[in-house]
């Protein structure tokens, strides 16, 4: 299939998907927030998709309904993501990033943790790993973390149960677990609390870090997926934004943690410039990956690689109240990536 053909089928696809029922709920909430006719929302809407490659999502995440059109060209939005992953990463060597064993084995030096490839061990190898850990995180492949189980050894009565149950939850790698660092801890201490950073490898061949945010999980979840996440300051590694609750289409924000009060504003992410040493190093690994999100946890003992997204989330690089000005993030990728303009 060719690259036209893969974007006429992907169209094609978000057609079918197509929510009116969705549309008439986002078209519903706006009206509430600003008061404009309904019927003129939805043709905006209509306009916004055509013109920019926007979704419902994009529209009210982003604030469109306030957004003249040349602020709105700058964004990044569904149709244009779908672009920018086509044209930035090569589809052969996104699939190491699918595949979590395969990612731990190729990027071991970044990973820098015990891990056993659950898909394929023998009762041996599991037997090794179970002696040599008390705790371990179970995870499959492109779940985002909603299948994802914290193993500890204790809770089995020997390897050879350890090994019947990862295969019977058919995991896809049991990684040695992450504690993060002592500062993070304070924050939120009941999930792995992670860095997404995203690396941009430009038009001469460097690896760029483009984008970072830190987040926390929240409710006494174990994982930071749909928790709360703030941009962090590239320069400095602290946190000048409140932070979001993690749905974006609400307008939701946070200056202290909701379940610890853990004042955020201010926050300073420890080992911030270690962490992007070692990113920077990560990206040019595999050159023909431009555009990666990397998630990032910090330990006491440094920042180590959880896991990398061939397909990073864009929705959090430019959400109104984490950000100065109106403008989207195109302007910046397209200083790193001229090339792109011809893309997007």
Not at 52 to 59: E, L, P, V
Not at 163 to 182: A, G, L, Q, R, S
Not at 230 to 241: N, R, Y
Not at 300 to 326: F, S, W
Request: proline share 3%; net charge negative; glycine share 6%.
């Amino acid at each position: 299939m060719t690259i036209m053909e893969n974007r006429l089928a992907y169209k094609l696809r978000v057609v079918r998907n197509m929510s009116l029922g969705l549309m008439k709920e986002f078209v519903d909430e706006i009206h509430e927030r600003t008061g404009k006719n309904r019927l003129s929302i939805a043709l905006d809407m209509v306009h916004c998709a055509r013109r920019f490659g926007s979704g419902y999502h994009d529209y009210i995440t982003y604030h469109f309904y306030e957004l003249t059109d040349p602020y709105r060209a700058t964004y990044m939005t569904r149709m244009k993501s779908k672009k920018l992953m086509e044209y930035m990463n090569d589809r052969d060597a996104a699939s190491i990033f699918d595949d979590k064993s395969r990612f731990d084995e190729v990027f071991r030096e970044f990973v820098a943790r015990d891990f056993l490839d659950a898909k394929n061990c023998t009762r041996e190898e599991a037997a090794r790993f179970y002696r040599d850990n008390k705790k371990g995180f179970g995870k499959k492949d492109l779940t985002c973390g909603t299948d994802a189980e914290i193993l500890t050894m204790e809770d089995f009565a020997d390897s050879d149960a350890f090994y019947d149950y990862i295969k019977k939850k058919e995991f896809t790698v049991v990684e040695e677990y992450i504690v993060n660092h002592e500062k993070i801890r304070e924050v939120y201490p009941l999930s792995l609390n992670t860095m997404r950073m995203i690396t941009v490898i430009d038009d001469e061949g460097k690896p760029q870090l483009f984008f970072a945010a830190q987040k926390f999980g929240r409710d006494g979840r174990f994982v930071d997926v749909r928790g709360l996440h703030a941009p962090i300051d590239l320069e400095t590694g602290t946190i000048k934004f409140p932070f979001h609750s993690g749905d974006t289409t609400t307008d939701d924000f946070y200056t202290e943690h909701p379940n610890t009060g853990y004042l955020l504003i201010g926050f300073e992410v420890p080992l911030f410039e270690e962490a992007k040493e070692m990113i920077l190093r990560a990206a040019a690994l595999i050159p023909k990956m431009r555009y990666v999100g990397w998630d990032v946890a910090v330990t006491d003992r440094g920042p180590v690689i959880v896991e990398g997204n061939d397909y990073t989330a864009y929705d959090y690089m430019q959400l109104p109240g984490q950000q100065e000005g109106k403008e989207g993030i195109l302007p910046d990728l397209f200083r790193l990536v001229p090339s792109l303009k011809n893309v997007l």
